[in-house]
């Protein structure tokens, strides 16, 4: 499955107006560590395939989306749930934290 | 059973690596999560020999890879939660597994040591930052302070000096000694780069970002408020040693040595910068890998 990837266009509809949980992975193609979550986030993104809507953006084509939610580090991925970003994890993590969150936002 | 297993995977423990599989040494690699260690956060490395144009660190940490994995390196992407020193052959954990070896090389590290001060941990990845080559690009056009007086945070400058209006920074000494003359010439030649010595960041203030910070005068313990828009901390660096529970350690944490390249128990060596504080250098770093490899292999040879 393609990675979905949102921009400033699409991000109110994709992301904002979405029923379900929208994780995006704030990411830049001279971001060294952004390449070793990659993988991770699209490993996630077929694991909750349904449950989830798993994306990236990257900020050098899109600098409205991190200028609002003040991003200043990458890899930046924030949850949003309703509209509301709720949680932000900052740099390279264990896939294993990024599942303890989805998890406990999908049960909350 | 792996002959060896090596913790860490930047250039002491890549280089060890390639050293133990070229002797055939059946070579384990636990190399973190982030891999390739500190200098996947660099940019251009122009003391490493054998590039004339230089080399992007991410670029040099690939090729080591591929070569020892090409020698038949095996490689996990895990960090080492840890590990059974008791006796040869040693336990290790990691990413929930656990791997046995009957030698152990630790390549650890070390990483960012943060100031410490109220009004940072809140703001990291809100205008406190670490890795300048991932994060300035947001700091164009803004004013930022690096704290740290080596080369690396000369470094760390040099390269927001590309985006950011000014580069403040901010050292605790009188004098710059611990960066080399042709960083320091670089420095003084950027019109952006401003030097504050005698100071140091007591305090980061700022709502959801940066906005300012107190600085404290070292010899005259003047206090003063200055506003800023980031905040890169490259102070001196603090080892990787922490897991490893039964190895001795020296009071700053940097593993101690015995008899070049090992630590108190017998079987498990040391490599690099977890261990050497004075020359924290990515080729002296590889030539620990190659001095704890070639003590691995004489090791085996005598449990034979």
Known sequence: MADLNFTDGDFKAQVLD???????????????????VAPVISELAQEYAGKVK??????DENSQTPNEYGIMSLPSIVFFKNGQPVKTMIGVQDKVNYKQEIDALLAS | MYDVIIVGSGPAGLTAAIYTTRDRLKTLVIAGKTWGGQLQLTTLIENFPG???????????????????????????????SGDFSNSPFKIMAGGKEYVGKSVII????????????GEKEKIGHGVAACAPCDAPFFKNKNVIVVGGGNA??????????????????????????????MLEKIKSNPKIKLICSSEIIEILGGNKVEKVKLKNTKTNKISEMPIDGVFVAISRKPNSEAFKEIEKDEQGFIKVHDQIKTNKEGVFVAGDVHNKYYQQAIVAAGFGAMAALEVSRYLEKLK
């Open chain 1, 54 to 59: 798993i994306g990236k953006i990257n900020v």
């Open chain 2, 153 to 182: 945070a000369m470094e760390e400058a040099l390269i927001l000096a590309n985006f950011a209006k000014e580069v403040n920074i901010v050292y605790r000494q009188e004098a710059f000694k611990r960066a080399s003359e042709m």
């Open chain 1, 18 to 36: 979405s029923k379900e949980l929208v994780i995006v992975d704030f990411w830049a193609p001279w971001c060294g560590p952004c390449g070793m």
């Open chain 2, 107 to 118: 390549a650890t590290g070390t990483n960012t040591m943060w100031l410490g001060v109220p």
């Open chain 2, 51 to 81: 590039f004339p144009e230089g080399i992007q660190g991410p670029d040099l940490m690939l090729a080591m890879r591929k070569q020892a994995e090409g020698f038949g390196a095996e490689i996990v992407e895990a960090d080492f939660s």
